[in-house]
């Protein structure tokens, strides 16, 4: 008997670049059958670099223990394969330009009426409005698009946030949405209609934002390696050059960081620190006191100090110092090219065996899907 939560639900995945296919992908680990479908060249992600041992390092994480169905379902037998799997699936997972399904014969309220259990997800850039359906949804685009490059980034400048933060999150809330309904069909035995947008994730996380625009002071500024409404929470030098952040969440840690950690007692008395909204409104003063005792230590000395008085810090690492990093797990992947690949692990530890899983090259499952679900034709 199968341990996995997903063995036996079967998901159909026409889909490309990072939102749907991580999405899926979250699925596949939990053991739903994912057959993806694919054009004659396959996923354009597969085509983003070739660091994953001749892989995407995109489609490499997103689409590993996946099978791989070619088709062009404008073709009258591939649509009738089509239709026949989709016939016997749980879950349809689609991000093709809007409306692009439904021209190609596959209007989603359609299947479900000949599936009604079937659960379909649709993931889009920015909804299905008339006046924003048509814009292109690439994950930068949709970052500047929503307002998190305002807030985002250095004083003087807006920066990029540094992976494809809108496409995970669309990813991961759309699967997240798919258990649910999941769910919901135990229960009523009614598959649903689900649809998720990288706008949509995207504006909901700048909840905060907007409420200080709207209903506050104005919205937060762009404070580089700080926080926006609390202090001291920061990135501070020492004295080898390296940058360790110091985050203070209430009165009593201000206190323990002034008095235990920097041997500096006169700070915590000081009225322009005495709580956060004065230690914010007085932020330039405050950093320049932390910095000009932070800057005779060493990094390894100022970090044990914290550690000491259970203050919360972070050292400002590199990535080569992630994959060195204690706390990080991995998993095994082979590459489409047969090359094993230590990625890192799905963050959900689980009893469940961790197998290594493998990249579908294009196509690589077309032959036996066919045969499968009884393809007719070339």
């Given at each position: 008997?199968?341990?996995?939560?997903?063995?036996?639900?079967?998901?159909?995945?026409?889909?490309?670049?990072?939102?749907a296919?991580?999405?899926?992908?979250?699925?596949?680990?939990?053991?739903?059958?994912?057959?993806?479908?694919?054009?004659?060249?396959?996923?354009?992600?597969?085509?983003?670099?070739?660091?994953?041992?001749?892989?995407s390092?995109?489609?490499?994480?997103?689409?590993?223990?996946?099978q791989?169905?070619?088709?062009?379902?404008?073709?009258?037998?591939?649509?009738?394969?089509l239709?026949?799997?989709?016939?016997?699936?749980?879950?349809?997972?689609?991000?093709?330009?809007p409306?692009?399904?439904a021209?190609?014969g596959?209007?989603?309220?359609?299947?479900?009426?000949?599936?009604?259990?079937?659960?379909?997800c649709?993931?889009?850039?920015?909804g299905?409005?008339?006046?924003?359906?048509?814009?292109?949804?690439y994950?930068?685009?949709?970052?500047?698009?929503?307002?998190?490059?305002?807030?985002?980034?250095?004083?003087?400048?807006?920066?990029?946030?540094?992976?494809?933060?809108?496409?995970?999150?669309?990813?991961?809330?759309?699967?997240?949405?798919?258990?649910?309904?999941?769910?919901?069909?135990?229960?009523?035995?009614?598959?649903?209609?689900?649809?998720?947008?990288?706008?949509?994730?995207?504006?909901?996380?700048?909840?905060?934002?907007?409420?200080?625009?709207?209903?506050?002071?104005?919205?937060?500024?762009?404070v580089g390696?700080?926080?926006?409404?609390?202090?001291?929470?920061?990135?501070?030098?020492?004295?080898?050059?390296?940058h360790t952040?110091?985050?203070?969440?209430?009165?009593?840690e201000?206190?323990r960081?002034c008095?235990?950690?920097?041997?500096?007692?006169d700070?915590?008395?000081?009225?322009?620190?005495?709580?956060?909204?004065?230690?914010?409104?007085?932020r330039?003063?405050?950093?320049?006191?932390?910095q000009?005792?932070?800057?005779?230590?060493?990094?390894?000395e100022?970090?044990?100090?914290?550690?000491?008085?259970?203050?919360?810090?972070?050292?400002l690492?590199?990535?080569?110092?992630?994959?060195a990093?204690?706390?990080?797990?991995?998993?095994?992947?082979?590459?489409?090219?047969?090359?094993?690949?230590?990625?890192?692990?799905?963050?959900?530890?689980?009893?469940?065996?961790?197998?290594?899983?493998?990249?579908?090259?294009?196509g690589?499952?077309?032959?036996?899907?066919r045969?499968?679900?009884g393809?007719?034709?070339?």
């Amino acid at each position: 008997m199968s341990t996995q939560p997903l063995a036996g639900i079967l998901v159909v995945a026409i889909e490309q670049a990072v939102a749907a296919p991580l999405c899926s992908a979250r699925l596949a680990d939990a053991g739903a059958r994912v057959i993806k479908i694919e054009r004659a060249d396959g996923d354009f992600a597969r085509g983003y670099d070739d660091a994953a041992g001749g892989d995407s390092s995109y489609f490499a994480w997103a689409n590993h223990g996946k099978q791989s169905l070619v088709l062009n379902f404008k073709d009258d037998p591939d649509a009738e394969l089509l239709h026949r799997i989709i016939g016997q699936a749980d879950v349809l997972i689609q991000n093709l330009a809007p409306g692009a399904l439904a021209r190609a014969g596959f209007d989603l309220t359609m299947l479900r009426s000949r599936n009604p259990r079937l659960i379909t997800c649709d993931i889009s850039g920015y909804g299905g409005g008339d006046e924003v359906a048509g814009l292109k949804a690439y994950d930068l685009l949709v970052q500047a698009e929503s307002g998190l490059l305002a807030v985002s980034g250095g004083e003087d400048s807006p920066g990029r946030i540094g992976v494809s933060l809108c496409d995970i999150g669309t990813g991961v809330t759309a699967y997240s949405a798919i258990l649910e309904a999941l769910l919901q069909r135990a229960i009523t035995g009614e598959g649903a209609s689900l649809a998720v947008s990288l706008f949509d994730v995207a504006a909901e996380w700048m909840t905060v934002p907007v409420v200080h625009a709207e209903t506050g002071t104005g919205a937060p500024k762009r404070v580089g390696l700080k926080h926006p409404s609390i202090a001291p929470y920061g990135a501070f030098l020492t004295s080898d050059g390296r940058h360790t952040l110091i985050a203070v969440q209430n009165e009593r840690e201000w206190v323990r960081l002034c008095t235990d950690a920097l041997d500096h007692p006169d700070l915590a008395q000081d009225p322009r620190f005495v709580d956060n909204v004065t230690r914010v409104r007085n932020r330039p003063d405050l950093e320049a006191e932390l910095q000009s005792v932070t800057t005779s230590m060493t990094a390894a000395e100022l970090r044990h100090r914290l550690n000491e008085a259970s203050i919360a810090y972070g050292a400002l690492n590199e990535v080569d110092d992630l994959s060195a990093h204690p706390a990080l797990r991995r998993r095994a992947v082979v590459s489409s090219h047969g090359v094993d690949l230590s990625l890192p692990a799905h963050p959900v530890v689980t009893a469940r065996p961790d197998k290594p899983r493998h990249v579908p090259k294009i196509g690589q499952h077309s032959d036996e899907l066919r045969a499968e679900f009884g393809a007719t034709g070339d």
